[in-house]
C-alpha cells in the first residue's frame, strides 16, 4: 500500500536539529513528488486554530473594524489537535477599557474560555489607544488549514533543499508557535498518507 509504505520510509528519517521553533530532517530515499507533498502540507496543510469572526462590541480607536478583525486573525494561537476537532469554536474576548494615557493594547489581553488555545505571545501589538478611546470584541476560533487562508499556517517557513548526496534532501520546517515543529513533520506525514489513500481510492472507483 501506497501510504504504509511512504511511512515507512519516513519513520527512518534523520532529525539533524531542533529547537522550539524549528526541525531540519534528512529525508532519504523519498521520491520527490512525497517529498515535496510533505513540504507543502507542513507549511498550510496541518490544522491549527486561527481566528475567523470577530463581533465588534465597541470600537473608538482609530483602527477600522475590518482591520482590527483582520489584525486578530492573524494572531497565531496555541493549537491542541488531540483535544478539539474541526467543528469545535472556541470564544476568545478583548476588552480594553478607556485609559488616561496612550497605550499598546496586546495579546496578552485576549482571554480565552479554553486556556489551551492562546495567542502563542502575550506581546503581539493589536492596536495602540489615546486616552478616552477603547475596544470591546467577542472573536471566535476554529480549526483551519493554510490552503483556506494563510492566518491557518502551521509554518512560516516550509524548504526542501537538495543535498550532494543523491537522492537525499534536508526539510526545514519553521513553526508559527502553533504547533512545536515536530509535531507539524508527523501531522505531515500522517496527511500526505491519507491523501494517498485517498487517491488511490479514487483510481480503483475508476476502474470499477
Not at 530515499?29 to 507549511?43: D, E, F, H, K, T
Not at 494572531?75 to 494615557?101: Q, R
Not at 495579546?107 to 486556556?115: Q, R, T
Request: aromatic content about 4%; glycine content about 4%; charged content about 30%.
Amino acid at each position: 500500500m501506497l501510504s504504509s509504505k511512504f511511512q515507512e520510509d519516513l519513520s527512518s528519517l534523520e532529525v539533524i536539529s531542533k529547537d522550539s521553533k524549528k526541525i531540519s530532517i534528512k529525508l532519504k530515499g523519498i521520491p520527490i513528488q512525497y517529498s515535496n507533498a510533505l513540504r507543502r502540507v507542513c507549511l498550510n496543510g496541518v490544522p491549527v486554530f486561527a481566528i475567523d469572526t470577530v463581533d465588534i462590541i465597541e470600537n473608538t480607536s482609530v483602527l477600522q473594524d475590518e482591520a482590527l478583525a483582520h489584525r486578530l486573525g492573524l494572531i497565531p494561537l496555541k493549537t491542541d489537535l488531540k483535544k478539539f476537532n474541526e467543528s469545535d469554536k472556541i470564544l476568545l474576548v478583548l476588552d480594553a477599557g478607556e485609559s488616561d494615557t496612550t497605550r499598546n493594547v496586546l495579546s496578552n489581553e485576549l482571554s480565552s474560555e479554553d486556556d489551551t488555545v492562546k495567542p502563542v505571545s502575550d506581546k503581539i501589538p493589536i492596536v495602540q489607544l489615546a486616552p478616552g478611546q477603547k475596544i470591546k470584541v467577542e472573536c471566535y476560533a476554529r480549526l483551519g488549514r493554510g490552503t483556506e487562508h494563510a492566518k491557518w499556517n502551521a509554518s512560516n517557513i516550509s524548504t526542501l533543499v537538495d543535498t550532494d548526496k543523491d537522492d537525499e534532501k534536508i526539510l526545514t520546517v519553521e513553526s508559527t508557535g502553533a504547533l512545536n515543529p515536530e509535531q507539524i513533520v508527523l501531522e505531515g506525514v500522517n496527511e500526505v498518507s491519507r491523501r494517498i489513500v485517498e487517491f488511490k481510492d479514487m483510481i480503483n472507483n475508476l476502474k470499477e
